[in-house]
């Protein structure tokens, strides 16, 4: 029986990719019924600021399966990205991205290269919540939950057994954000005691890039938040040989997606260049997911024996290319090689998986913590020095609530600054329970608010200071 799948052409290469791909699955005997939905340029030009109509959106929730080829976000205001807007709305909270080298077919310095990156792909920075709060600065929050951890770290560990692999890192910049990149690693220590058999180690994020790009070889599973998933997987993929060569699953409860990790490289599009492979191996994901094993093996297999055989678009072209094809060019090939497996690289087997799997949504047991407000971080827009600012919220401030420090983009300022430190029109002052007795309640933050407003200070933010269990919730001061 057909399975219907929702289909997006993209922009820029996306239609000459999905082109090629929906021929190769069609001529593979993929059992599709495709429903065609139109999302990105064209729909943002027509006014539609989220670059989907609401009947994609109906498309999606009743085949649960969208194929995309890469769109084009508009740049400057208005429009956000509808990658990142089906992903968040759909819940696709695993991106998986493995990158493979194909030496010595395709030129590559790494040939021993086999690792698989388990993106976040919900939270982070990706969140989207973004404030320009005085002349000088904007901010973007970082938003990283616990059950957001945990799915993740629990799928790259389910991912690790289910396909056999040995080992997972987890990499995060922990030691710079401790709070939320420590909750990341915290997590993966958590759920990888539950995996035993499967190596594990941390790296921080910078010099596990590097390593990525130097000595790919030594990695497996990479499991990482949303920003550094995203630009590590670029990385690997390049590494490989060609960005055009990565493919993408991305995972949610009841729907997936399947892409390209490239875009929509409008520098090549409607020129036949285009490597469709990328897209192609999404679709292969794509086929395993939906339990049409067989066909995706026949597909991938092809494909290998394609590469193998020297036939290569411009991208991949080195010593061992016999034919440097376009875009249809490869598609014709990898055709004309359904039912050949790869006889020097290694041919894939696939299963299916099983019919339910809902492992991801295991979240682990845990009881509300015990919370208590004991400060604020106030945050104004003020264009003079710290010692004046002080001044000016000592002269207003209540009796609840001392003002403790001041810092300007993290570091503290007042009381003792560095006369070197830069400071910019933005200030956190820092208030604490002033009695001593732990605790601050909403109407004194609210009447230190009305006093500082009143007495001519421009507040642009507040931000509770709360222990949860006893520990501080918030973070010191850079130099407190
Ligand atoms: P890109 O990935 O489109 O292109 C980067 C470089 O890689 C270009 O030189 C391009 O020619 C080359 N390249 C990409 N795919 C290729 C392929 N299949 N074959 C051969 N060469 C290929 O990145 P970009 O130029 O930064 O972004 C272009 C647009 O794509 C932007 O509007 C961006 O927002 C969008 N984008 C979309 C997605 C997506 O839809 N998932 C992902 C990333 C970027």
């Known amino acids: 029986m057909a399975t219907a799948i929702t289909v997006a052409h993209g922009d820029g290469i996306g239609p000459e990719i999905m082109a090629a791909t929906l021929r190769i699955l069609r001529e593979a005997g993929a059992r599709l019924d495709v429903e065609p939905i139109e999302i990105g340029e064209a729909v943002y030009r027509r006014g539609v600021s989220s670059g989907i109509e609401a009947s994609s959106w109906d498309s999606l929730r009743r085949t649960s399966v969208l194929l995309k080829a890469p769109i084009t976000t508009p740049s400057g205001g208005g429009f956000k990205s509808l990658n990142v807007t089906i992903r968040k709305t759909m819940g696709l909270y695993a991106n998986v991205r493995p990158c493979v080298a194909y030496h010595p077919f395709v030129p590559t310095r790494h040939p021993g290269m086999d690792l698989v990156i388990v993106r976040e792909n919900e939270e982070d920075l990706y969140a989207g919540i973004e404030h320009r709060q005085t002349d000088d600065v904007v901010q973007c929050l970082k938003l990283i939950s616990r059950p957001g951890c945990e799915r993740i770290v629990r799928y790259a560990f ?15 910049k922990d030691n710079i954000m401790k709070m939320s990149d420590g909750l990341f690693h915290r997590v993966f220590r958590e759920i990888g005691a539950e995996y035993p058999e499967i190596g594990k180690d941390h790296m921080i994020i910078d010099i596990g890039t590097a390593l990525v790009a130097d000595q790919p070889g030594r990695f497996d599973v990479i499991v990482t938040p949303n920003l550094y998933g995203d630009i590590i997987s670029d990385v690997a993929a390049q590494v490989t040989g060609s ?24 520098d090549i599009a409607g020129k036949g260049l285009a490597n469709p492979s990328g897209l192609l191996l999404g679709a292969v994901m794509m086929l395993v997911h939906i339990r049409q094993a067989d066909v995706a093996a026949a597909v991938h297999n092809a494909w290998l024996k394609t590469l193998e055989d020297g036939v290569h678009t411009p991208d991949i072209c080195g010593e061992r290319t016999s034919a440097r094809v376009s875009t249809d060019g490869f598609a014709d090939a990898v055709i004309d090689r359904l039912g050949h497996a790869p006889t020097q690289l290694t041919p894939v087997a696939y299963s299916n998986p099983p019919v339910v799997s809902n492992h991801a949504t295991t979240l682990l047991p845990r009881k509300r913590a015990a919370k208590a407000m004991v400060g604020v971080d106030l945050f104004f827009h003020w264009d003079e020095a710290a010692a004046g600012l002080a001044e000016r919220i000592n002269a207003v401030t209540n009796g609840a609530l001392t003002l403790q420090m001041i810092t300007n983009r993290g570091v503290k300022v007042w009381p003792n600054g560095a006369p070197e430190t830069f400071c910019t029109d933005h200030w956190r002052a820092r208030f604490m329970d002033a009695n001593g007795d732990g605790t601050v309640s909403h109407p004194e933050i609210i009447d230190l608010m009305r006093r500082v407003t009143n007495g001519g200070l421009d507040v642009v933010k507040s931000e509770a200071l709360c222990t949860f269990d006893g520990e501080p919730g918030y973070s010191l001061g850079q130099g407190q």
């Open 158 to 172: 389910e991912y690790a057994r289910r396909t056999g692999r040995k080992h997972v890192t987890c990499m995060t």
């Open 243 to 266: 960005v055009g060569l990565g493919g993408s699953a991305n995972i949610g409860d009841t729907i997936a997606m399947f892409e390209a990790i490239h875009g929509s490289a409008p």
